[in-house]
T-cell receptor, first 114, second 115 residues
Framework: DAMVIQNPRYQVTQFGKPVTLSCSQTLNHNVMYWYQQKSSQAPKLLFHYYDKDFNNEADTPDNFQSRRPNTSFCFLDIRSPGLGDAAMYLC?????????????FGEGSRLTVL | AQSVAQPEDQVNVAEGNPLTVKCTYSVSGNPYLFWYVQYPNRGLQFLLK??????LVKGSYGFEAEFNKSQTSFHLKKPSALVSDSALYFC?????????????FGTGTRLLVSP
């Protein structure tokens, strides 16, 4: 049973055309994360939500935004994708307290920018 | 601040042979250590974790890892490799002494198991 679901699995967009990636979870975890992963490198944290509190990493470009309308859903918006934004985008969840901090990942959304 | 080092970009092993993927860490408090595996075009899958207790941790797919506090290491091992183990492996750490802490990932090690 899938617990962290990402859609779409593959997204093709044109240079500068906005794109939204979605993530949903059935784990009722209060923390949700978005990572960017390029070419089999380590996942790079873009931001995370601790409940409704948004936490941006210092080096995340302004081009990347996120929304979390409720506990179950989180969205990644790329306002004007550039060629350098082509990557795998990974959503993950965790419990903030009372846990060991283990992350549960979705299958990822691979973004291609033409 | 915590950090993780995976000194090998790639590990090659023949099927049936034992494998080791190395990981060393740095953390100021108690280390919570994790191994994840990633297959092509997939998300990261949890393999195992060390929080406390027995230094030898057993996980999914026959993998195990040994926590060594004096060497600050958490190497991933498997007694007999399978071709299907070929994947990208990530070690991660967080400080267990504090409240909410983000996981810090290593740079990953590609494991290639030849038939």
């Amino acid at each position: 049973d899938a617990m962290v679901i990402q859609n779409p699995r593959y997204q093709v967009t044109q240079f500068g055309k906005p794109v939204t990636l979605s993530c949903s979870q059935t784990l009722n975890h209060n923390v949700m994360y978005w990572y960017q992963q390029k070419s089999s490198q380590a996942p790079k944290l873009l931001f995370h939500y601790y409940d409704k509190d948004f936490n941006n990493e210092a080096d995340t470009p302004d081009n990347f935004q996120s929304r979390r309308p409720n506990t179950s859903f989180c969205f990644l918006d790329i306002r004007s994708p550039g060629l350098g934004d082509a990557a795998m985008y990974l959503c993950a969840t965790s419990r903030a307290t009372g846990s060991t901090g283990e992350l549960f990942f979705g299958e990822g959304s691979r973004l291609t920018v033409l | 601040a915590q950090s993780v080092a995976q000194p090998e970009d790639q590990v090659n092993v023949a099927e049936g042979n034992p494998l080791t993927v190395k990981c060393t860490y740095s953390v100021s408090g108690n280390p919570y250590l994790f191994w994840y595996v990633q297959y092509p075009n997939r998300g990261l899958q949890f393999l195992l974790k060390y929080i406390t207790g027995d230094n030898l941790v057993k996980g999914s797919y026959g993998f195990e890892a040994e926590f060594n506090k004096s060497q600050t290491s958490f190497h991933l091992k498997k007694p007999s490799a399978l071709v299907s183990d070929s994947a990208l492996y990530f070690c991660a750490v967080r400080d267990g002494n504090t409240g909410f802490q983000k996981l810090v990932f290593g740079t990953g090690t590609r494991l290639l198991v030849s038939p």
